[in-house]
């Protein structure tokens, strides 16, 4: 089970720190995504979290910083530099370590519900 929250609205060039809170040892086990979705567009990859390593999209690479936190169970989206093309619906999902890392929203097998980022210009 995953529980995404931290969204909310901010003007651009603001910070948001998004968080992804797994049951159990989930976050040392499967590797966290995140991706969001806009109107009218395919939800799209932003960063993910393996093992150690992290992976970042072309458009968020040197703005966002994802990372873990064991004790809480939870992964961070660290969002910096924030533009009104950021503004979607975020969404965390796992899939297993041993599988690899991917961008590919239908290679992970569990979904948080989303939270919603709005960056005004």
């Known amino acids: 089970q995953l529980q995404a929250s931290g969204g909310g609205l901010v003007q651009a060039g603001g910070s948001l720190r998004l968080s992804c809170v797994a049951s159990g040892r989930t976050v040392t086990t499967h590797t966290i995504g995140w991706f969001r979705q806009s109107p009218g567009k395919e939800r799209e990859f932003v960063a993910a979290f393996r093992n150690g390593d992290t992976y970042y999209s072309d458009p968020v690479k040197g703005r966002f910083t994802v990372s873990r936190e064991i004790a809480k169970s939870a992964v961070h989206l660290q969002m910096n530099s924030l533009k009104p093309e950021d503004t979607a619906v975020y969404y965390c999902?796992?899939?297993?370590?041993?599988?690899?890392?991917?961008?590919?929203?239908?290679?992970?097998?569990?979904w948080g519900q989303g939270t919603l980022v709005t960056v005004s210009s």
């Open positions: 999902a796992t899939r297993r370590t041993v599988w690899g890392a991917s961008h590919t929203p239908a290679s992970y097998t569990s």
